[in-house]
Each structure stands twice: as structure tokens, then as C-alpha cells.
């Protein structure tokens, strides 16, 4: 829901419990493109289902607390923060598994095309998994930078990140989009880094399939569930290559053979984590509670943080675009010794991460991010370089 003006960066702060700084103080928590900090319903919501659910209900909560419902009620909220329509996404499994099975059935609806076209800068695992769908399904994989990339007729499916995981650079999905469109292939978009951060408009763009992270920007928690987002027009072709049962059409029917579910729902493989999905369905009220600020406003306040930050950095190199256009939720610099360096924020309780050979990325996850900290960040780290 739009909210009346824009908020400050860190609007929510106080729904959220931060990470201690070595003091006991709260830290500055920059590691949000990593690990979300823990918001309180995430927590309450967790303690529900251990409580009131599993402990009192045991298997009929399946139906009577509604956990059979949870992966498709949990895909359609965190659909809506990236632009889909209710009824093309569904949550469960890691990123790397949604992956897998967004790869593959991509490539299943452009049957004799040879090219799977990557992100040469992919995440690990969406280059390790691209590698192993291109080699069982007999695609050649090619791998360019997004902006590089000339997708063809023999151009079966083009995967690429929303935001780029070392650099932060935001890529032009529209362009990506409409280059691959017009070559006749389909777009696997891996929003890890963008989901809860930036508005995205996966229908609008008209993206074909997408994956993403709900414990990085969305706060789900540690090993909390992706989700998958298949366009609905694509629904009736999609040929997924896990077939568990819980994506047939009559789970507890028991039959023989594996009868796709209806639309996005074949994508559920296995029992979904329950818990997990609990403290997720908690976690997402801060962006799409009555009261939440929209996606919009929680992106100009992330781009003032890092603004912030910018402006208060000693000079080093960074790596990020200052372009507000081409900025995701991170900013990364390169230094000396990042690992170290690293360590050493924490120890005066600045929370980053370090990304090999020699990068530091601060991420401003502006629900709970203040300027202050922005700021502070930035001091400890001209600090530390001397
Ligand atoms: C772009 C991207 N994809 C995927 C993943 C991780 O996937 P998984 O949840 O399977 O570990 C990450 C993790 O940081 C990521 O940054």
C-alpha cells in the first residue's frame, strides 16, 4: 500500500531485532543483501507454528492450519512485490533447486534450439547449475556479460541476475528482455538481489521464469524458501524436470504416474519446510502489512543510504554504479586485504561481508538502515584504511 511520503531510511527499524555489535549495542547491520536481520513477526510467527501448531495440532495442520496452501498462498504475497499477478509463483526449496527446475523446463519450452545463454558474472550456483542443465539436456551454454549478450534463433534461454552479486551494478532486464524475446528465446531472471529492494515488474516486462533469495532483502531467515515465478503463459508447456509428488495434481491420490498440478504448482517438488515458511510468512508483513511503506519508497530510501555512504566514503574504488538507474541494494568497494578488513568492521561492530579476490559489499536494506549507520560505515572503514 503507497504510504502518504516517503520514509526515512531505517522506517521500520522497530520491527526488527538487529545483530549485537561486540559492546552489546545493536550493530550496524550491513549485511542485509546476505542475511536479513530478524523482524519480530518473523519470530512470533515461528514461535506460533513450534507452539499452537506442531506441538497441538501435529498432521492436521496440514489442512487445519493451512500448511498444505502455505507454498502457493506465500508465492502469491511475494509475487506481488515483484510484479506478478496472483497464480504464477510458488514457494519452496533453495534458490538452487528452483533454479534447476526453472533451467531445464525453460529449455523444455524451446525444444530443438541448442544455446543456453548465461551471465558470465552469475552467482556460483547459477553458473555451476547452468553447466550441469546444459550438459543433461545437450544445450551448448554460452556465458557473456547481460549487457553483451546477443541471444539468436538458436537460442533456446537466457539466464541472468536482476543486480549483479559482487558488483551491485543493476542490470536493464527490460532490455534483456525484449533482445531475447525478439530472438524467440525465454528469460530466466534470478532476483535474489532485488526482491524487497526495487520494484519489479516481472509481468509487466514480460519475463518468462524467475527464482530468487527470501532470506536476503525479505528478512525470511537463515535458509529460508525461494520461490519460482513462471508466467501464466507458459503454464500449460511447463514441463518441470522434478516431478515430486507434491506437484501432482492428486498428491493423495498415490497414483502411478506423476499428473502435472494445475499452473505454477507442478514446481513443488517435496514436503514443504514448514517452519521455515511460517517464519517467512511473518517476516513478510513489513512489506505488505497495511502500514508497510511500498517498494518505491523502500527503494529511494536504500539509494539514499547508499548515497549517504558514498558521500561520506574515503577514496576508495568502487565498484557500484553511482547511477541511481543502475544501483542495486549493495555497494561494493575494492580494497586490500577485504577479508580482513571485514573482520575488522565487525570488531568495532560494523556488520559487511567480503567477496573474493577483493571486494567488501555493504548492503542497505532500508527498513531497518539508518543514515546514521550509513554513515557510520563509512567512517569506520576510512578508519581502518587510515
Ligand atoms: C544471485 C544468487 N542466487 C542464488 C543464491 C543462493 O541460492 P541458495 O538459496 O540455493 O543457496 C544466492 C546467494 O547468495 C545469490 O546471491
Not at 561481508?353 to 577483493?358: E, I, K, L, S
Amino acid at each position: 500500500m503507497p504510504s502518504s511520503s516517503s520514509p526515512e531510511p531505517g522506517f521500520a527499524r522497530d520491527r526488527f531485532v538487529l545483530p549485537r555489535a561486540p559492546d552489546g549495542s545493536d550493530a550496524v547491520y550491513l549485511a542485509g543483501n546476505s542475511l536479513g536481520a530478524q523482524p519480530r513477526a518473523a519470530r512470533d510467527a515461528l514461535l506460533a507454528a513450534v507452539d499452537d501448531q506442531w506441538a497441538r495440532v501435529g498432521v492436521a495442520g496440514w489442512e487445519d492450519c493451512g500448511w498444505w496452501a502455505t507454498p502457493r498462498r506465500l508465492g502469491d504475497r511475494v509475487g506481488a512485490l515483484v510484479g506478478a499477478a496472483p497464480g504464477q509463483t510458488v514457494v519452496g526449496d533453495s534458490t538452487s533447486v528452483q533454479l534447476f527446475g526453472a533451467l531445464v523446463a525453460a529449455g523444455r519450452l524451446r525444444p530443438g534450439r541448442a544455446t543456453l545463454l548465461s551471465d558470465a558474472g552469475h552467482f556460483p550456483t547459477d553458473r555451476y547449475l547452468a553447466s550441469s542443465v546444459a550438459r543433461l539436456t545437450g544445450l551448448r551454454l554460452v556465458t557473456s556479460s547481460p549487457p553483451a549478450m546477443v541471444p539468436d534463433a538458436d537460442t533456446a534461454v537466457v539466464a541472468v541476475p536482476a543486480v549483479d552479486f559482487r558488483t551491485g551494478e543493476r542490470w536493464d532486464l527490460a532490455a534483456i528482455v525484449e533482445r531475447a524475446h525478439a530472438a524467440g528465446a525465454v528469460v530466466v531472471a534470478d532476483l535474489s538481489h532485488a526482491v524487497g529492494a526495487m520494484p519489479v515488474a516481472l509481468d509487466a516486462l514480460g519475463v518468462d521464469l524467475a527464482v530468487g533469495c527470501t532470506y536476503k532483502y525479505l528478512n525470511g531467515g537463515p535458509g529460508a524458501p525461494a520461490f519460482a515465478y513462471v508466467a501464466a503463459r507458459h503454464h500449460d508447456a511447463l514441463d518441470p524436470p522434478l516431478t515430486g509428488w507434491t506437484g501432482h495434481a492428486d498428491p493423495f491420490g498415490m497414483t502411478e504416474a506423476w499428473t502435472p498440478a494445475p499452473g505454477v504448482g507442478r514446481l513443488r517438488v517435496g514436503t514443504p519446510p514448514m517452519l521455515s515458511m511460517l517464519a517467512l510468512d511473518g517476516a513478510l508483513g513489513v512489506f505488505d502489512d497495511p502500514d508497510a511503506a511500498d517498494l518505491a519508497d523502500v527503494r529511494a530510501a536504500s539509494l539514499a543510504l547508499g548515497d549517504a555512504f558514498l558521500a561520506a566514503l574515503p577514496a576508495v574504488d568502487v565498484v557500484t554504479p553511482r547511477e541511481h538507474d543502475w544501483r542495486g541494494g549493495h555497494v561494493a568497494v575494492r580494497v586490500p586485504d577485504a577479508e580482513g578488513l571485514c573482520a575488522a568492521l565487525a570488531r568495532r561492530g560494523v556488520v559487511v561481508d567480503a567477496r573474493p579476490p577483493d571486494l567488501l559489499r555493504f548492503g542497505f536494506a532500508a527498513p531497518y538502515v539508518t543514515l546514521d549507520d550509513a554513515r557510520t560505515a563509512a567512517r569506520e572503514l576510512s578508519a581502518l584504511l587510515g
